[in-house]
């Protein structure tokens, strides 16, 4: 199911407390499916499942997930917030937030999906934790394993025993 990783965070610190201005997953498709037959709707479906699961997952762990309308109209036009050269960290720093939390999924194919999940601080841009995955299937369970894999390896990592 996974076939490569790319981290960009200190091994095993724990995520930081704080405040989330979340922008949501931005869902690019340069499949040939998508060019031949059109949009998919339950891969939309998907994007929303992927949504819910993130924010599920840091309210859980205590982070408070800012209401991000205030300032949407920032980054409302961005095809990417993922890559806006700083749009998203700014919106997120004009909100009082600690965090600013992207995330994409790119559709190469109907078989090859790549993940990518960014957390970066709100005043210095910088990436605080951060991680890419491939996947190998279009299926809900696929994006849900995928999406798993990431909070549980790169965000939110269970305690060696």
């Known amino acids: ?14 995520v930081p407390e704080g405040s989330v201005a979340f922008w949501g997953i931005t869902y690019l498709d340069e499949s040939l499916q998508t060019e031949m037959l059109g949009e998919d709707p339950a891969e939309l479906d998907r994007i929303e499942m992927l949504e819910t699961m993130v924010t599920d997952r840091f309210s859980a762990s205590g982070m408070e997930m800012l209401d991000t309308s205030e300032v949407e109209g920032q980054v409302k036009n961005v095809v990417n917030p993922a ?4 749009c998203d960290t700014r919106a997120a ?6 965090y600013s939390l992207v995330g994409e999924v790119q559709k ?3 078989l090859i999906l ?6 970066r601080d709100a005043e ?4 605080v934790r951060g991680r890419v995955v491939d996947i190998r ?10 999406m798993d894999y990431i909070l549980r390896n790169t965000f ?6």
């Open 124 to 127: 210095t841009g910088e990436m």
């Open 156 to 161: 939110f990592m269970e305690e060696e025993e």
């Open 108 to 110: 190469v194919s109907n």
């Open 114 to 119: 790549s993940m990518n999940l960014q957390l």
């Open 137 to 146: 299937d279009n299926s809900d369970a696929a994006w849900r394993r995928g």
């Open 93 to 98: 720093a004009e909100l009082g937030a600690d």
């Open 83 to 86: 890559k806006c050269y700083g």
């Open 1 to 14: 199911m996974i076939a490569t990783t790319a981290a960009a965070q200190p091994a095993r610190e724990p």
